[in-house]
């Protein structure tokens, strides 16, 4: 007798195919460092390494903010696709990934976009809603230790130890950045719950093109962005990263400049 079926099971929880082709996309720069070859050859594998390495932590950043968000009460993060790490189903796939890898291949800057939207009426409580805001910069900071443990502990060629080290600093720029109190950016969401009302409606007036304006002033002036990566630098340090490493690997990706 042939037993009937039940419900298909729900594969939310597992990873979306774009998510794997961008661990691929990483893997083959990594690959391409690894194995050496002519200067075109590593520069090719550091913009790889470093933009593929960089969409990855961007879904891994947006996937703490969902997962923290469930947990606090909001199940429609579920429904929406964000547990599956996939950028498709970010309220502008483009504005919250492509914009930002343009931004670091174009700057040097790991300025990250808003990418899931939270109902935080849902969610049980404002620190509840604190917690989900500072969840992402959290991960970009555990990125950066696990990747200066990885070069410190593995030996590997130098230019992909340089790569990485590189993409580790980012990582750290990129928890620094988040958590300036700027409208747009997990800083101000862990405030934006505790202030007033009016507060509010000010900051959601000038959120579209404030982290934008942030990024032109880093970009425009090296006094700004110079103490900003001095600040990284300290932090990376800290946590084990070599920063003539990273010097090495910022060169291969930037090479342009």
Not at 38 to 50: F, I, P, Q, Y
Not at 81 to 110: C, I
Request: with cysteine; charged share 10%; glycine share 10%.
């Amino acid at each position: 007798m042939r037993t009937r079926r039940g419900p298909r099971a729900p594969t939310s929880h597992l990873p979306s195919p774009v998510f794997l082709a961008l661990l691929v996309v990483t893997a083959a720069g990594a690959t391409l460092l690894a194995l050496g070859g002519g200067l075109s050859v590593l520069r090719a594998g550091a913009v790889l390494t470093v933009l593929g390495g960089w969409a990855v932590s961007l879904c891994l950043h947006e996937l703490s903010h969902a997962v923290v968000a469930l947990r606090g009460g909001d199940t429609s993060v579920r429904e929406k696709g964000y547990l599956t790490l996939d950028p498709r189903r970010y309220a502008d796939p483009l504005l919250s990934l492509g914009l930002p890898v343009l931004l670091l291949a174009v700057g040097g800057v790991p300025l990250p976009g808003g990418a899931v939207w939270i109902d935080r009426n849902q969610l049980r409580s404002r620190w509840v809603d604190s917690a989900v805001s500072v969840a992402g910069p959290v991960v970009n900071l555990v990125l950066a230790v696990v990747l200066a443990l990885l070069v410190s502990t593995v030996a590997m060629p130098l230019p992909l130890a340089g790569v990485l080290s590189w993409l580790a600093l980012v990582q750290v720029l990129a928890f620094l950045l988040n958590l300036l109190p700027v409208p747009g950016l997990d800083g101000w969401g862990v405030l934006d719950p505790h202030l007033s009302a009016a507060t509010r409606r000010t900051a959601a007036q000038v959120r579209p093109f404030a982290p934008l304006l942030l990024f032109a002033v880093l970009i425009s002036s090296s006094r700004v962005s110079g103490v900003l990566f001095d600040v990284a630098d300290a932090v990376f340090t800290a946590v084990g990263g070599s920063t003539v490493l990273a010097g090495l690997g910022q060169g291969l990706f930037l090479f342009w400049r």
